[in-house]
């Protein structure tokens, strides 16, 4: 079978020949069809994710594929449709995956879409539903909202009753989150954001995935008991929030990893993924995939990823 592997975190990742794996006990083997690519990929490759696994290791986070074989104690069915958070292994042709981790995806649901849907929904679902306590009729600012995370924070937002104000990159990435739903639209690149959103009223809720100088401009522009939620950093460098302005507002900035939660409240994750796709079966979200790359150009899929041209997910498959 075919690997997508970092051997070394000074060297670029590449594709190497392995041994199929067997599961074992509380394991599935999965015969992966689609991989959904990431930030947090980018930063293994150069050991600086937080999970980063001891080298070597095979790339990709979030994989969807059909039950190929189980290890004992496994109360999964071979032939099953599922997809599974692994964490790592993702970029390969198969892979041995805690059962616990799988969880089983509609019939609809084509591999492509399943691959990219756990970590970006349901980041952006526990993130607003629980962590932001999102309400209807409040404002919604999404930093980065054409990404691959921000899409569907723009698109969860909007089916939550929020006013949802996307920031992005250009009018063609606007375009898109606009179809997700939002109802304001700011371009990052010539936006006063600050001013822009002063404009509007003030925000209620800042869904921070970029981080920088657009995450400066959204605290100051943030009405009293706002909450500021840290996704991330696309930007590569972390928000600096000033904690006078927070005092004197009652703001909250909260940090939010949807993957720890595995940890220490996995119940969390499987009670939002199953709304979720009962959402999906309802067509009240529709996945965006913005690139395809067959696994034998799977450096390319990231290099395409690093350069924020993406637009929603960018997902690997295994056809070629």
């Known amino acids: 079978m075919r690997a997508f592997q970092v051997i070394d975190h000074a060297k670029p990742a590449q594709l190497a020949a392995l041994d199929l794996p067997k599961p074992?006990?509380?394991?599935?083997?999965?015969?992966?069809?689609?991989?959904?690519?990431?930030?947090?990929?980018?930063?293994?490759?150069?050991?600086?994710?937080?999970d980063t696994p001891a080298l070597p290791f095979t790339l990709g986070l979030e994989v969807a594929g059909t039950v190929d074989a189980i290890g004992p104690d496994v109360a999964l069915e071979t032939g099953m449709r599922v997809a599974v958070f692994a964490g790592q292994g993702g970029l390969a042709d198969y892979g041995v995956f805690d059962a616990a981790?799988?969880?089983?995806?509609?019939?609809?649901?084509?591999?492509?879409?399943?691959?990219?849907?756990?970590?970006?929904?349901?980041?952006?679902?526990?993130?607003?539903?629980?962590?932001?306590?999102?309400?209807?009729?409040?404002?919604?600012?999404?930093?980065?909202?054409?990404?691959?995370?921000?899409?569907t924070a723009v698109e969860i937002g909007a089916q939550l009753g929020a006013e949802v104000v996307a920031v992005?990159?250009?009018?063609?990435?606007?375009?898109?989150?606009?179809?997700?739903?939002?109802?304001?639209?700011i371009d990052s690149t010539s936006a006063d954001l600050r001013a822009e959103l002063k404009a509007l009223g003030g925000v209620d809720v800042v869904y921070d995935a970029v981080g920088g100088d657009q995450a400066a401009a959204c605290l100051r522009a943030m009405r009293p008991e706002g909450r500021f939620i840290i996704i991330g950093f696309a930007s590569g460098d972390p928000p600096k929030l000033a904690a006078n302005h927070m005092l004197v507002k009652n703001i909250e900035a909260i940090g939010f990893y949807w993957g720890g939660y595995m940890a220490f409240a996995p119940e969390r994750i499987t009670q939002s993924l199953s709304e979720l796709f009962t959402w999906y079966e309802a067509g009240r979200v529709s996945p965006h995939i913005g690139a395809q790359f067959p696994l034998s150009q799977a450096a390319e899929a990231l290099e395409f990823l690093q350069s924020r041209k993406s637009t929603g997910k960018v997902v690997v498959t295994m056809d070629a």
Do not use: W
Not at 33 to 50: E, I, K, R, T, V
């Open 168 to 185: 992005a990159r250009g009018p063609e990435k606007l375009k898109i989150a606009a179809g997700a739903g939002a109802t304001h639209l």
């Open 101 to 151: 981790r799988a969880v089983a995806i509609p019939d609809v649901m084509p591999f492509s879409e399943a691959a990219g849907f756990l970590v970006a929904y349901g980041t952006s679902h526990l993130a607003l539903t629980r962590r932001a306590r999102l309400k209807s009729g409040e404002r919604l600012v999404v930093l980065g909202a054409a990404g691959g995370v921000g899409l």
């Open 24 to 50: 074992g006990p509380g394991q599935i083997r999965l015969k992966i069809a689609a991989c959904g690519l990431n930030f947090a990929d980018l930063l293994m490759l150069g050991g600086s994710y937080q």
